[in-house]
């Protein structure tokens, strides 16, 4: 049976306050009260800035010892320069994670921008960028990326697929190295839709019956209703394989 490491795409969302965070907890809390229920993030704030060394070791000093994040790398590299001439920032980028995360350092998430459709060549660029002693996940937003000689080739070197719930994309658990990673964005409504019980529990299905799975990442970022969060405690319920929760929206 996998590992299982189940949480949100960010936690500091205003509109949590009240649905998820007690109304008279300050901010400044909210991380800890996530992480009290919780034992992963994904740190998408590295997305939109360059993450420095304070901050980051910040993540570790207050997060709890079994505690890990996931991080997504800063959009200058995947988005701007797709990987080109980016040696030196992608250097710098995993420097700062693995110095300041340490040991609660789990996978480095790549999104790729929606516009880039597959090419051989653009796939042997990003792979030879990577720092292959990390746990790489890819995440493309173009349905030509869905197809075998990705995952075979990917695979030989040991990076992860990201199989992902979204409205445009296909939603397969894609198996392609013992690390699995899934985002669920919202579907129909990209990031706002909450997904049943029974579709998570065919999820965790899929996943469990899958004995080359070892670890499982997965990330809930309909957050605008504040499904990310239902979601996910649901999800892990359903995966330690006790009773599953009401897929009604409460105050926890």
């Keep these: 049976m996998a590992n299982w490491h189940i949480g949100c795409s960010g936690f500091h969302y205003k509109n949590w306050k009240g649905p ?10 909210w991380f800890e009260f996530y992480s009290e229920r919780f034992k992963t993030l994904e740190l998408n704030v590295t997305f939109y ?33 797709q990987f080109i001439n980016c040696g030196q920032l992608l250097s710098d980028f ?3 994670i ?18 880039m459709a ?40 040991n990076i992860t697929f990201c199989g992902q719930s979204h409205p445009l994309l296909p939603d397969d658990v894609i198996q392609n190295n013992q690390v ?6 919202g579907v129909p409504d990209l990031y706002r839709s909450p997904y049943s019980t029974q579709s998570l529990q065919a999820f965790a299905d899929t996943v469990d ?15 605008i209703e504040v499904w990310a969060v239902h979601n996910a405690l649901e999800l892990g319920l359903l995966a330690a394989g006790t009773k599953k929760a009401p897929s009604k929206k409460k105050t926890l």
């Design 98 to 115: 693995q110095e300041g995360l340490k040991e609660k350092l789990g996978c480095v998430l790549f999104q790729m921008p929606p516009r």
């Design 49 to 81: 800035k360059f993450p420095q060394l304070p901050m980051v070791q910040a993540w570790y000093e207050k997060s709890p010892a079994d505690f890990n994040f996931s991080v997504k790398a800063p959009k200058g590299i995947t988005h701007y320069k």
């Design 180 to 185: 699995l990673y899934y985002r669920f964005h």
């Design 118 to 157: 597959y090419k051989e060549e653009k796939l042997d660029r990003i792979i030879e960028a990577l720092d292959l002693s990390q746990k790489n996940v890819l995440e493309f937003r173009h349905e030509t990326w869905w197809n075998a000689e990705v995952f075979a080739k990917l695979s030989m070197h």
């Design 94 to 96: 995993y420097g700062v």
């Design 209 to 223: 019956a899958d004995k080359r799975i070892k670890e499982a990442f997965v990330y809930f970022n309909n957050d």
């Design 20 to 29: 998820f965070y007690p109304a008279d907890l300050p901010q400044k809390r």
